[in-house]
């Protein structure tokens, strides 16, 4: 069987825990952020995991990771 590519796009955002499951940053922390407030900012600095409905997804895109 040849090598199967990784989706380059999908590594650069998701990063694999030890138990199997990903890690992702959250999403609109990169502007407009003025009207949101620093409680709602400072949240959205924290990593979080994919949901389990993206799991498959992401599996498929980094078939190598473990």
Known sequence: MPKIKTHRATAKRFKVTGSGEFKRNKAYKSHILEKKSPKRKRNLRKAT???AAD???VKKLLPYAK
Request: hydrophobic letters at 50%; a positive charge; charged letters at 35%.
């Open 49 to 51: 995991l994919a949901s």
């Open 55 to 57: 799991r498959a997804r």
